[in-house]
């Protein structure tokens, strides 16, 4: 299955230089749809031109972005040897509520790159 999702520029560049192998998500009805071997295609929200395409290698699903940040390695999830110190699970608070991580739960999508 190919599944379709849109990102911010500096989380797309990071998955396409291969800096971040795992995306956070809300585990909502979408994401729950998503089962290791499928496809996702990523589209910059900047450049609707810009996609990559990768493989879905592993899904690490949680109850909130706490236990997230607890267990998975941070460096694979977007941050740098520069802002891992400042790595906080509030910061996904940005894109999704509390609520809706109680209701829906949390996944790490290991990613593997399969064209640039």
């Given at each position: 299955m190919i599944h379709n999702m849109r990102l911010n520029p500096e989380p797309f560049n990071m998955i396409s230089s291969g800096q971040k192998a795992i995306e956070l998500r809300l585990n909502d009805k979408k994401r729950q749809l998503i089962n290791i071997g499928d496809k996702i295609v990523f589209t910059n929200t900047a450049d609707s031109k810009q996609e990559i395409?990768?493989?879905?290698?592993?899904?690490?699903?949680?109850?909130?972005?706490?236990?997230?940040?607890n267990t998975?390695?941070?460096?694979?999830?977007?941050?740098?040897?520069?802002?891992?110190?400042?790595?906080n699970p509030k910061d996904m608070e940005i894109y999704y509520s509390k609520e809706q991580q109680e209701e829906y739960g949390v996944v790490g999508i290991e990613i593997r790159t399969i064209d640039k």
């Amino acid at each position: 299955m190919i599944h379709n999702m849109r990102l911010n520029p500096e989380p797309f560049n990071m998955i396409s230089s291969g800096q971040k192998a795992i995306e956070l998500r809300l585990n909502d009805k979408k994401r729950q749809l998503i089962n290791i071997g499928d496809k996702i295609v990523f589209t910059n929200t900047a450049d609707s031109k810009q996609e990559i395409t990768v493989i879905v290698v592993n899904l690490h699903r949680f109850n909130s972005f706490e236990e997230l940040y607890n267990t998975l390695p941070l460096l694979k999830c977007g941050y740098t040897e520069k802002d891992i110190t400042k790595a906080n699970p509030k910061d996904m608070e940005i894109y999704y509520s509390k609520e809706q991580q109680e209701e829906y739960g949390v996944v790490g999508i290991e990613i593997r790159t399969i064209d640039k």
